[in-house]
């Protein structure tokens, strides 16, 4: 678009204080004669732009005029470009960011450029699965936000079959690294995991907004009540000195451990989870190193593990199986 096009000139003025013809054509990639009329716009609308002709001679900017299109100090560069380097931007945030460093002052291009290129994003965990939304899905998702436009959403839990339904996409939120979409359904204000997420279509249906709705209030609202859902269950256990490492990376801050240890060295324990089975599921695996006291449920549960495990595993396969 012309628009664009235009403002690039005035940006390319202001980096390099006086450029020819030929050099404009060949930043922003047009014909010679293009660059020539873009650049006698530029003049006709009342922009400081002059022409000289002759060895040296060239377009500038009136006494070195400078147009600030950013507003921003040397911190907010920074942050802006640390947040959205190149290395995890899309192809249209790149194009922005490379837009934006041909405005800055000199001084302040080099710290724009290093923060950058200082960091990398990976979306996948460590098993290699991807843990957002593919581009396409969350690209229309972001679209349908910003124009707001109902969509018909694909999506499907684990271990169960995918479904439609209709929503109203009202943002979208990053939680530890995982996005979701909020949206407005027939049951009220939802999420919806991008990585579950399998098809976004719009209807053209505008989006209806509830009354008085503000984004960051209503995920606070959101998290809230999965974060309540997620400690719903206490499991009280003593575990072995030692096991602490172990028990924090499998329960973060969900574990919860005594100051002082009993008299056998055995550390009291509480950890909060979505229910005592689940709990008791998890730990499992440290076999007699954590004694679960109560409630009954979670004891039930690793009796019934333990039963199953010794059924597999208690006797040794007869030879050759």
């Known amino acids: 678009m012309r628009a664009d096009r235009l403002v690039a000139t005035l940006l390319f003025l202001q980096t390099r204080g006086r450029v020819t013809v030929t050099e404009v054509a060949a930043e922003l990639e047009v014909s010679e004669r293009t660059a020539r009329r873009d650049l006698e716009a530029l003049s006709t609308a009342g922009i400081p732009v002059y022409s000289q002709r002759g060895r040296g001679g060239g377009w500038s900017l009136v006494g070195g005029a400078r147009t600030d299109l950013t507003g921003l100090t040397a911190d907010e560069i920074r942050a802006l470009f640390l947040l959205a380097g190149p290395s995890s931007a899309t192809p249209e945030l790149r194009t922005a960011l490379r837009k934006l460093v041909r405005a800055l002052p000199s001084t302040l291009r080099s710290g724009a450029e290093a923060a950058a290129n200082a960091g990398v994003t990976d979306d996948t965990d460590w098993s290699r699965s991807p843990v957002t939304a593919s581009a396409p899905h969350l690209d229309a998702l972001q679209r349908a936000v910003v124009e707001g436009t109902q969509i018909r959403l694909g999506y499907a839990r684990p271990?169960?079959?995918?479904?439609?339904?209709?929503?109203?996409?009202?943002?979208?939120?990053?939680?530890?690294?995982?996005?979701?979409l909020v949206a407005g359904t027939a049951q009220g204000l939802r999420t919806f995991r991008l990585s579950r997420v399998i098809s976004v279509t719009p209807t053209g249906d505008p989006v209806v907004r509830p009354d008085g709705f503000d984004?960051?209030?209503?995920?606070?609202?959101?998290?809230?009540?999965?974060?309540?859902?997620?400690?719903?269950?206490?499991?009280?256990?003593?575990?072995?000195?030692?096991?602490?490492?172990?028990?924090?990376?499998?329960?973060?801050?969900?574990?919860?451990?005594?100051?002082?240890?009993?008299?056998?060295?055995r550390l009291e324990i509480e950890i909060d989870g979505p229910s005592p089975e689940i709990v008791a599921a998890q730990l499992a695996g440290l076999g007699a190193r954590v004694e679960v006291l109560d409630p009954p449920e979670a004891r039930e549960r690793l009796a019934q593990l333990a039963s199953e495990l010794t059924t597999v595993y208690g006797q040794s396969p007869a030879p050759g199986e």
Do not use: C, N
């Open 159 to 180: 271990g169960r079959p995918g479904g439609e339904r209709t929503v109203h996409p009202l943002g979208l939120a990053s939680k530890a690294g995982v996005r979701y």
């Open 215 to 265: 984004l960051p209030t209503a995920w606070r609202s959101l998290a809230s009540g999965m974060e309540d859902r997620m400690l719903a269950s206490t499991v009280r256990a003593r575990a072995e000195r030692g096991a602490e490492p172990v028990l924090q990376g499998l329960f973060g801050g969900r574990l919860r451990i005594a100051g002082s240890p009993l008299a056998d060295g």
